[in-house]
């Protein structure tokens, strides 16, 4: 079963910023916190990652509480192309790449 | 540096037959692991190989299999295919199984049985 939990949807007008919360309250010490986006019937994409601290790539930022029981993607200008279903996905540092997908949050970017 | 492929993009099948789908990883990359995502059930973990040797296995029934080369590129095939396999496959690699290496997913083999 999925460990994190995620609205099912959410909408976002273009320009702004897509703030996208997950809830993994019962995450483990050496979990990471993994987000992935997948465009229709495509792939998924990997985003970002992040353990402890905050992260930021070229695609978004990932805040991570300090308890680690909750995180936010937030992709700060969103675009049309933005609109996906996004993945938060708790995996373990020491179980090799499974990844166990929940349901996500699909976003939808209006003009 | 070119991504994950697989081969065939698109398959049809029929009831009872078997298929063999490929995976090339990035270059580099020695741990590939598999994916069926169907509307159903989403996307649901089958196995990973790393080294030529399975490491993770999801819960799937016999018929699914795979196994890696020492190139790492991998192949899984599916016995006795049934209506319900049809789903997209997909195959994601990984420099290690390590928790802090992100695996990346090639564009998936569009699987329909009839």
């Known amino acids: 079963d999925a460990k994190t939990t995620q609205p099912t949807s959410m909408d976002c007008a273009e320009g702004r910023a897509a703030n996208l919360p997950c809830n993994h309250s019962?995450?483990?010490?050496?979990?990471?916190v993994y987000w992935y986006r997948q465009i229709h019937s495509q792939g998924p994409q990997y985003i970002i990652h992040?353990?402890?601290n905050n992260e930021t790539n070229e695609m978004a930022s990932l805040i991570i509480t300090e308890d680690r029981k909750s995180s936010t993607l937030i992709l700060p200008h969103a675009t049309l192309r933005d609109t996906a279903v996004y993945y938060c996905i708790v995996r373990p540092h020491n179980q090799g790449g499974k990844l166990i997908f929940g349901q996500g949050t699909e976003l939808s970017v209006k003009p | 540096k070119a991504g994950v492929t697989q081969t065939p993009r698109y398959l049809i099948k029929t009831r009872g037959q078997q298929v063999t789908l490929s995976c090339s990883p990035i270059s580099g990359h020695r741990s590939v692991s598999w994916y069926q995502q169907t509307p159903g059930q989403g996307l649901q973990f089958l196995f990973e190989?790393?080294?030529?040797?399975?490491?993770n296995k999801g819960n799937f029934p016999g018929r699914f299999s795979g196994r890696q080369f020492s190139n790492s590129r991998s192949e899984m095939n599916v016995s006795t295919l049934e209506l319900g396999d049809s789903a997209l496959y997909l195959c994601?690699?990984?420099?290690?199984?390590?928790?802090?290496?992100?695996?990346?997913f090639g564009p998936g083999t569009r699987l329909t049985v009839l």
């Open positions: 019962t995450i483990s010490g050496n979990e990471y």
């Open positions: 992040g353990l402890k």
């Open positions: 190989y790393f080294s030529e040797t399975q490491r």
């Open positions: 994601a690699s990984s420099l290690s199984l390590a928790g802090e290496f992100e695996q990346f």
